[in-house]
């Protein structure tokens, strides 16, 4: 790709794809916007809803599997990072920057050459909280609380939602609440299989629990979507159904 400017010529190799047109909102945004909240003494949650692309978003919400969600102002879209794999678009989410400049940019990295989001709150005298999944695919800058399987369910978005509400009884001005079983149920069925979208409506559900006891600003999005692949699903493939995400910021 040739890319002309008033004195250059700037020549792109190896061009995997281009967006035309493009969002104007990026995972990147959830740091600026965190930031922003907490420099106005706003408490902020982050809701990770991990592998939910905007095109199983929309449909869940006009087939009834996310009611708490299509009661809410309409989420916006927005791009997330390439690859877009949990690494590279947990990474940008949390940093606010893309990965050439955070170093992750696939699953392979964990640690971000910058500091994060929790780092910066924790620099702000904030309270900051991360709550995970029994692993964290990326270093947060600070200790999250784990969720183990405790229920042998094969998913881990109850005990998620557990840890979750005694969390906000410490009241943090900062926290994070990383569902995973969307990905999960989207990797073993596809992205609009009945079993999936059963799996959007449990984290519909519990999103709309924990926001009701939230006191502040609530930012939710995803790190990539998903499509199908034969009888299972998978992302990390430059096209609209792993790069557009849900963004939606409410009270």
Not at 196 to 218: A, F, L, P, Q
Request: charged share 25%.
């Amino acid at each position: 790709i040739n890319y002309i400017l008033p004195e250059d010529r700037l020549v792109y190799y190896d061009i995997v794809g281009v967006v035309i047109n493009p969002p104007k909102l990026s995972v990147m945004d959830t740091y600026y916007d965190a930031e922003y909240y907490l420099e106005k003494d706003e408490k902020v949650m982050i809701i990770f809803v991990d592998g939910f692309g905007y095109h199983q978003y929309n449909y869940a919400k006009k087939n009834g599997y996310a009611p708490y969600l299509a009661s809410l102002q309409e989420a916006k879209i927005a791009n997330t990072v390439y690859r877009p794999v949990t690494n590279a678009g947990y990474a940008a989410m949390i940093t606010g920057v893309s990965p050439k400049e955070n170093g992750i940019k696939n699953r392979d990295g964990r640690q971000p050459l910058v500091p994060t989001i929790f780092e910066k709150a924790l620099e702000m005298e904030r309270k900051a909280m991360v709550v995970e999944s029994y692993s964290c695919a990326i270093d947060t800058g600070i200790t999250p609380i784990f969720s183990l399987d405790n229920n042998k369910d094969g998913y881990t978005d109850e005990e998620v939602f557990n840890n979750a509400k005694i969390a906000l009884e410490e009241k943090p001005d900062l926290i994070m609440v990383h569902f995973h079983g969307v990905d999960d149920a989207g990797h073993c069925f596809g992205d609009f299989d009945k079993r999936t979208m059963e799996k959007i409506r449990e984290v519909d559900n519990y999103i709309k629990v924990i926001s009701s006891n939230w006191n502040g600003k609530i930012i939710l999005t995803a790190d990539h979507g998903m499509h199908k692949k034969g009888n299972e699903g998978t992302h990390g493939y430059f096209r609209y159904e792993d790069l557009i995400i849900p963004y939606l910021i409410y009270n």
